[in-house]
Structures are given as C-alpha cells and as structure tokens.
C-alpha cells in the first residue's frame, strides 16, 4: 500500500511538470491534456433520490445528472462506473476510476486518502422510525435500540461515535436499511434526509415511517456537503470539475436539474401504478435477462480456464517429479483454503494496485484496468481449477491399475493408454463429480455482484431495492439459476448413459 | 500504520473469527443430521418417498447459496404475514438466516452425495448380503451405510471446506464474520492487500486443520479400501 499510496502518487504529481518541461506548453492546455480520457466517474445506482437504475437498466438521479452536466461543461468523454459505496474510495485508489460522484460527504478523515472538490449539495442527516416507536433521539434514548446505516457512510462514522450504547447495524446499500426498518429489524434508520425521504418515506408503506429528532449537521462529521472524491495529487481533475462546478451554478444548468429532480420527486409517486401494469416482473424482466446472459458467459468462460489448470494440476499430481508435486499441492491446498469471495475481493481491489504498480516500474503511468468480469473469470476459473484437479485426480485412481499396466504392456505410449483407455474410464468416475463441481461454479458466479458486476443477482438487488419485493426477484434469480442447473443436468445426463454402456450395476429389492 | 491499522483490527478479526465457527458448526450439525435418514430415502425404490428428497435437494443445489440467503433475509420480510407472525423475531435475525441458509445448503449436498456412494457401491457386496438373507435395514445399517461414508469422506472432507468458505456470505447480510471484519478493516483504512490477505490468512490456517483432519481420518478408514489403487503411481 506504500508503494500505491506515496509513489504513485508522486509520479502523477510529477508527470504535469515533466510534461512542461518536455513541451514548454502553456498551463492550461497542460491541464486538459492531463485528464483521462475517457474520465471514469463511480456512481452508485442504489441510493435514490440521487443515483438509482431504471426498470430500463439507465442510471438515473440527482448525481447522474450532476455527472453528466460536468462532462459536458468540461468538453470530457465520460463513462459512469457503477460500483458498491464502500468499495468507491478503494477503486478510486486503486485507480479503477477517476474521480467519485456519490454523495460523497466531505470529511477530514476522508480527505487523508483522497482530495475533493468544493461541495456540490447539502443536505442534514436524520433519523428515520416507526411513527408509534416513540424513540427518544438521544444517546440515551437510543440506548440498546437497533440503528441501521450504509456501511462506512459519514452516518456509520457518526452513529458509532454518538449512539455508543446503542447497537449499529451496517448494510452495503442504503436500500437494505430500508427494507430492514420495514422488517422491524431495526428500531431507526440514520441516513440522509432526503435520500430517507424520496428513497422510503414517500415509498409505499413509508407512511407508518417518520423523521425523529432534530437535524445532525456538525461539520466534524457530515463535513460541508457532498464532494467529487479525486485520487491525492490529481489536481489537474480536480481544478477542472471546480471550475465546471462554478460555471454550472452560474449558468442556470444546475437549478434545472435541481427542479428536474423535485420533478424527478413528483414521478416517484407516481411509478408504482405504472409499474404494475409492466408485466408480472414490473418491467424488469428484460434487465434480468440481460444479467443472466452475462452470468452464464462469465461462467462457461471460468469453467474453461478451470478444466485447463484441472488437466494441468492432475498430471502434476500424479507424476513421478516431486517438484511438480510439490507445486500442484501448493496450488490445491492455497485455493482451496480460501474462500471465493475474499479471493475475488482481494483480486479484485488488491490485484488492481499490483497491476498498477508492475506497470510504473515498466515505465507506464498506470496498468490496465481490471474490470468485474475479468477479475470474475480469473479468480472463479483458477479457484475451481483447484477443485476439479481433486476430481480428476481421485476418477483416475478409481481406474483399476490393470489396464493402465495392460495398455503399456501392449506397447502403448503412456499418452495413448491415457487416451484410449484410462481417459474414457476415468471420465465415466468424474462425471458425477464433475457435474457438482460445475454446479456450484455455476453458482459461485452469484457473487461477483458484490465486486460491482452488472450480472443476474446485481441486477435484481437493483430491481428489488426500486419495487420493494425481494423476494419476487430473488426468486426470479432462483429460477434462472433452476434452469440452468436443469440444462446442465440433461447434458450430463445424456453423456453419462453414453458412457455407461456396458457397466453393470446392483439391483436393490 | 499498515501494521498499525491491522493491530488495531485485531479483535475486530478475533470477534469475526469466532462468528465464522459457530456459523460453520451449526451449518454443519444441522445439515450432517438431516442428511443422512434422507439420503437413505432418496435410495429407496419408493417413487413417493424418493421424489420428495430428490425435488428438496434439486432445488437446492440448483440455486446459489447466496440468493437462498437473500430469499430468507430480504424476501421473507415482504409478506406481512409472516412480519406479524410470533415467530418473525427469530425469523428475522441475520444469525438464523445465515444458519438456515448454509444447513440446508449443506443438508442438500451431503445428501446427494451419501446417495451417490451408496448407489455405487460394488453390485458383490450387496448381493451377497442380500443372499445371506439380510432385510433392507440391516443391509443398510451393516453394509451400506458405513461403506457409503467411508467412500464419502474425500467429497465430505470438500463439502465441509465449501461450507466454511460459504460462511463468508455471512457479512453481505450484515454479520461481522471474519470477511465482514476484512470488508470493514479495508473500508475503514482503504487496505485492501492487508484486510484481505488477513483474512485468507485466517481461513487457510482453518482450512488446512480441516484437511488434515480428513486425511488422517481417510487414512484411517478409507485406505484399506483402496489398497489397490494407491500403487497406480
């Protein structure tokens, strides 16, 4: 983390002035020259009023168009990069994204590991409970009560510290705190108070729901409003978006998207009606399609790099150089030992830093951009690779040793016994097996929506948080998943009768 | 400060630790106990008692743990009924559903996976309890059930490992197990080698007890049945 944090920096401080040096331009060209192109902003599509997705899969909110109206003022390409709130300040470090528009409240401790720009909104946190609770919102009245928040959001920070004897319950999306306070799991909410208003209050439902309590605005923690998050050091991004901040407040852009937004407000009222008349999946049904077609590639493509390292760590088990031994066992036992998705989370945030830091001392400002899918296939392949190397391994040694020793002895070369007559049979032993490996590598894919990819369960997580039924969508996932498990069977169903022919087997009466 | 912020976390890890196995154990427990009478049910030639086991396990192993989870954490609260139910405290604490969640899982596969090896099992050894007169109990209680096991110890040894790792799902639905304490260790101090490496650290120490335990138990009862194929070499 040194390396990322100091040297990196260092070097994207130093590249503007040797930049100067090499070409004597002017400041100004320099700075625009010194913004990525395309600029990739992380936005986070689950905390409406300001970010949400569409039953169309468009991202939408206040801080969308705030993006986008920045872009444009800048006379930048653009990409938004959706990505979980807790993960944001990470992926910015890791240099997977550029700069952070996310309601991201300014803070001190926050700015120890990036910069921001001035603020772009303001607005006071409040805590949201039942209307016949009659919660007391002191520390004292909170007291051993249930308070529900966004995991590392200036309100977790601030509950933590305030409500110490009360109980803190942190959720990825502030979504989930939602439909957690609706469950009565926890006695409040604490959040921002007009994402708790647009986002619950004025829900269906929400009207058994009320503020309590006075607004928290202390500056220690709620900062001055919400900021562009930037890396440390990169000024050039920063000075550009202040600037384009500057001039949308003057120019009128930024009032109209506010009124668009209470607009915006207007229509929320209104959506569920028109919702339930969108089918029996309120219009969602073609997002869960898309998401599952990337589900299923995302898995085909591991199980191919799986069955490649399988076929690999088999023979290397099972030869006689105890080096290769030596290294297939590390492979398996490492592996295996851990589980998928502190491995994904760790390629995922912690290969981007080594990337980027192989690639600075190859000479290159920055290394290429591990994206969700990519960091999805690899970790899911090389995970079950390891498993499906105990596979093949244990269905060779279920070959009886006779026909392997029958086929050399007919003068066969290790590899064509291996072909025509170990190969077939160990294949009919790994089929079972095989078929359970691939199932759950089937269903590992489930959670690579935690590292931000836009695949099946993400998409119905976005889906459920917009309509408030949960289960419907997650059930709709299970389906999908039924169906590719019955697809899968059949196949395998087929091949196992094909290789079954002759095998005889015991009758129970 | 990296040193620092992880010994800071320290019982942040030591508490999540601590979660992951009572997690683990519960599953495991649950899940091992239902297995075992179902997937003798699953074997019998009785289509009525043999199709309800078979749908149970075919549902659940077709589904990801994670959406299972997600159906009892998230979905069970959309019906009010079930909300104004005397049950709903204990239905809706993170802990049962996480444990629910992973036992089923758990009870699904050892399941079929006690039905795979008894249905594999050598036609011989069988046939020749069957001509020694045996009745189905006894068959299964003397031949097939410790044999099945025995064969079973290999995937068993896997599933239990897969279960342990599934309990790190346990920190999307807000527990603070030992990938809950990483996530929080990496989003408070933005270390994301530290935190997780951490972690993995932890779980590969809990691993390979785990898998040396089932060697040693391998050893013990499942070489001699293999005594043939060990010298394949």
């Keep these: ?509 | 400060m990296n040193a620092q912020a992880l010994i800071d976390s320290l019982p942040l890890y030591a508490s999540g630790l601590w979660t992951t196995l009572r997690l683990l154990l519960a599953s495991l427990l649950i899940g091992g106990c239902l297995a075992l009478p179902l997937a003798v049910l699953r074997c019998l030639p009785t289509p009525w008692l043999q199709a309800p086991v078979r749908a149970f396990t075919y549902v659940i192993r077709g589904t990801p743990m994670l959406v299972q989870l997600f159906l009892l954490y998230y979905g069970l609260a959309q019906f009010e009924f079930v909300r104004d139910s005397v049950l709903w405290p204990v239905l809706s604490s993170a802990w049962f559903c996480a444990i629910a969640a992973f036992a089923i899982n758990s009870c699904a596969y050892t399941t079929e996976m006690l039905a795979g090896a008894i249905r594999a099992l050598p036609f011989g050894e069988i046939e020749a309890a069957q001509a020694f007169g045996m009745s189905r109990a006894q068959l299964m209680r003397r031949i097939v059930l410790p044999a099945a096991m025995r064969h079973c110890l290999p995937a068993y040894g896997n599933e239990v490992v897969m279960i342990l790792h599934g309990t790190s799902l346990a920190s999307v639905v807000t527990l603070m197990d030992l990938t809950g304490a990483a996530r929080e260790t990496n989003a408070r101090y933005y270390l994301p080698f530290e935190a997780f490496i951490a972690a993995a650290a932890i779980y590969f120490l809990l691993t390979f007890i785990l898998v040396s335990a089932f060697r040693a138990a391998e050893r013990r009862w499942l070489a001699p049945l293999r005594r043939d194929a060990v010298n394949i070499g």
């Design chain 1, 1 to 509: 983390m040194i390396i990322r944090g100091s040297r990196l920096v260092g070097w994207r401080r130093l590249l503007p002035c040797l930049l100067a040096c090499l070409s004597g331009t002017a400041m100004p060209v320099l700075a625009r020259a010194a913004l990525p192109d395309p600029v990739r902003i992380g936005v986070e599509g689950a905390y409406p009023p300001f970010s949400e997705v569409g039953p169309d899969g468009e991202l939408k909110g206040f801080d969308i168009d705030i993006a986008r109206a920045l872009c444009a003022q800048m006379r930048v390409r653009c990409v938004l990069v959706q990505q979980n709130f807790d993960g944001m300040i990470p992926a910015l470090n890791a240099n997977k994204i550029d700069a952070v528009i996310a309601s991201l409240s300014i803070t001190e401790e926050r700015r120890k590991s990036v910069d921001f720009t001035d603020k772009y909104y303001k607005t006071p946190g409040r805590l949201v409970a039942r209307r016949d609770a009659a919660l007391r919102p002191t520390p004292d009245g909170l007291a051993g009560r249930r308070i529900g928040v966004q995991r590392a959001s200036t309100y977790d920070r601030y509950a933590t510290d305030t409500f110490a004897r009360s109980e803190i319950v942190r959720y990825a999306k502030l979504d989930d705190v939602f439909l957690d306070l609706a469950a009565g799991r926890i006695d409040a909410a604490f959040a921002d108070s007009v994402a708790s208003y647009v986002g619950f209050l004025r829900q269906p439902g929400g009207d058994a729901y009320a503020f309590v309590g006075p607004d928290f605005i202390e500056p220690r923690y709620f900062g001055n409003g919400a900021g562009i998050a930037v890396r440390k050091g990169d000024t050039a991004l920063r000075d550009a978006l202040n600037a384009a901040i500057a001039a949308i407040r003057a120019n009128g852009t930024y009032a109209a998207i506010q009124s668009r937004y209470v607009d915006f407000d207007l229509y929320v009222d209104a959506s569920p009606a028109a919702a339930a008349s969108a089918g029996p999946l309120h219009g969602y049904a073609r997002s869960l399609l898309q998401g599952a077609w990337v589900t299923l590639s995302l898995a085909l493509l591991s199980l191919l790099l799986a069955l490649v390292l399988a076929l690999l760590g088999a023979s290397a088990k099972l030869s006689r150089s105890a080096w290769l031994r030596a290294i297939a066992q590390a492979y398996t036992t490492a592996v295996r030992s851990v589980p998928d998705l502190v491995l994904m989370l760790l390629v995922f945030f912690g290969g981007q830093a080594l990337v980027n830091a192989l690639a600075l001392r190859l000479g290159y400002a920055r290394g290429p951009d591990i994206d969700p899918f990519v960091a999805g296939v690899l970790t899911i392949g090389f995970i079950y690779g390891a498993y499906l190397t105990e596979t093949f391994r244990g269905a060779f040694l279920s070959v009886p040793a006779g026909q392997r020793e029958a086929a050399l002895a007919f003068g066969m070369s290790p590899w064509l016994s291996f072909r025509r007559i170990v190969g077939p049979q160990m294949l009919r032993h790994a089929l079972p097996p095989l078929l359970n490996n691939w199932l759950v590598l089937l269903k590992s894919t489930a959670i690579v929506s935690v590292i931000g990819l836009t695949d099946l369960m993400q998409r119905a997580g976005l889906a459920a948080g917009a309509t408030h039924q949960p289960f419907l969508f997650y059930a709709a996932v299970g389906g999908l998943y039924l169906g590719f498990t019955a697809c899968s069977e059949a196949a395998f169903g087929w091949l196992s009768r094909r290789l079954d022919v002759g095998t005889r087997r015991a009758v129970y009466r």
